[in-house]
């Protein structure tokens, strides 16, 4: 199960390979926005654009509290290469066009010997001063995933910068028992950590350790629907997490800072409401609540 997740999270990174996501210079408050995808490709089946309205909570004046946004995906492939594109659009009225585009992304994976390679560039539609980068590598026989983040400039410096580096290996045993080893260094900090993951039957035990902080978390699977989960640091801080798996579609968590606070998220479906309570020594008052929706269309 961990090896098949683990798998699953390498796949799902890419990067716009051959085709090309081109932003022209803005003038005034005209902003020039092109996609262009698979030229020299043999073009796959393109999705619908998907309309999805959130509704946030808060005071607005007329229809200010609702979100719309249109998406767009399609699909291509170049030769052995397998291409992934998509943008998202505020489907908004606006003299601004700037404020038009959210983001745009592309991805690109292929399979190279015994490895599945896979890269994906964001670009932030409201910036438009750089593209996150993320490019992955894993090959299920050693078990062994390799992921790099990093961004590449597109004004002014033009230039490719790492952010981030790990390695994830995992070991198994014959009686299904799992060690995972994830080595991180954040280049930008100059900061390195570990995270060791042991999974045996319904227990799961995560150590992070970095130079200044180690922590452990313990995760206890209760029965189908439940989890529980404490853990603390090397600094005193403790916490406790309850999972609780209502269906498929709904969950229901809480999590127990002592004197911080207790959040309370629960997901209904399309719903999702979320309430932060501040702990004040023994009192715990001023509860902050968030309340979403998003509608598909």
């Given at each position: 199960e961990g090896r098949q997740r683990h798998v699953k999270t390498r796949r799902e990174h890419g990067f716009l390979g051959t085709s090309k996501m081109v932003v022209a210079r803005r003038s005034g408050s005209v902003v020039l926005l092109c996609l262009l995808v698979g030229a020299s490709g043999r073009k796959g089946p393109s999705g619908r654009p998907q309309l999805s309205i959130n509704v946030k909570d808060g005071d607005f004046s007329g229809l200010g509290g609702l979100e719309p946004a249109l998406s767009w995906e399609g699909t291509s492939k170049y030769g052995d290469m397998d291409l992934d594109y998509g943008i998202d659009v505020a489907a908004q009225s606006t003299s601004d066009l700037t404020t038009i585009p959210r983001r745009l992304w592309g991805r690109a994976r292929q399979r190279i010997a015994n490895w599945d390679v896979a890269a994906r560039a964001d670009l932030d539609g409201q910036s438009g001063d750089s593209a996150k980068i993320t490019i992955d590598a894993g090959?299920?026989?050693?078990?062994?995933?390799?992921?790099?983040?990093?961004?590449?400039?597109?004004?002014?410096?033009?230039?490719?910068?790492?952010?981030?580096?790990?390695?994830?290996?995992?070991?198994?045993?014959?009686?299904?028992?799992?060690?995972?080893?994830?080595?991180?260094?954040?280049?930008?900090?100059?900061?390195?950590?570990?995270?060791?993951?042991?999974?045996?039957?319904?227990?799961?035990?995560?150590?992070?350790?970095?130079?200044?902080?180690?922590?452990?978390?313990?995760?206890?699977?209760?029965?189908?629907?439940?989890?529980?989960?404490?853990?603390?640091?090397?600094?005193?801080?403790?916490?406790?997490?309850?999972?609780?798996?209502?269906?498929?579609?709904?969950?229901?968590?809480?999590?127990?800072?002592?004197?911080?606070?207790i959040d309370v998220k629960w997901k209904d479906k399309e719903w999702t409401a979320s309430v932060n309570m501040p702990i004040d020594g023994q009192d715990v008052s001023g509860a902050n609540v968030h309340i979403a929706r998003e509608v598909k269309f």
């Amino acid at each position: 199960e961990g090896r098949q997740r683990h798998v699953k999270t390498r796949r799902e990174h890419g990067f716009l390979g051959t085709s090309k996501m081109v932003v022209a210079r803005r003038s005034g408050s005209v902003v020039l926005l092109c996609l262009l995808v698979g030229a020299s490709g043999r073009k796959g089946p393109s999705g619908r654009p998907q309309l999805s309205i959130n509704v946030k909570d808060g005071d607005f004046s007329g229809l200010g509290g609702l979100e719309p946004a249109l998406s767009w995906e399609g699909t291509s492939k170049y030769g052995d290469m397998d291409l992934d594109y998509g943008i998202d659009v505020a489907a908004q009225s606006t003299s601004d066009l700037t404020t038009i585009p959210r983001r745009l992304w592309g991805r690109a994976r292929q399979r190279i010997a015994n490895w599945d390679v896979a890269a994906r560039a964001d670009l932030d539609g409201q910036s438009g001063d750089s593209a996150k980068i993320t490019i992955d590598a894993g090959c299920d026989d050693l078990d062994l995933a390799l992921k790099v983040d990093g961004s590449a400039g597109l004004s002014g410096r033009k230039d490719v910068r790492l952010h981030r580096l790990q390695l994830v290996k995992g070991l198994e045993n014959e009686d299904g028992n799992r060690l995972i080893i994830n080595p991180r260094y954040d280049l930008l900090n100059r900061e390195a950590d570990v995270v060791l993951s042991w999974k045996t039957g319904d227990i799961n035990v995560e150590v992070t350790a970095s130079a200044d902080t180690q922590r452990i978390k313990l995760s206890k699977k209760i029965d189908e629907d439940n989890w529980v989960s404490p853990s603390v640091d090397s600094k005193g801080d403790v916490m406790l997490e309850w999972d609780h798996k209502i269906d498929d579609q709904s969950s229901f968590t809480t999590s127990i800072r002592p004197q911080e606070a207790i959040d309370v998220k629960w997901k209904d479906k399309e719903w999702t409401a979320s309430v932060n309570m501040p702990i004040d020594g023994q009192d715990v008052s001023g509860a902050n609540v968030h309340i979403a929706r998003e509608v598909k269309f």
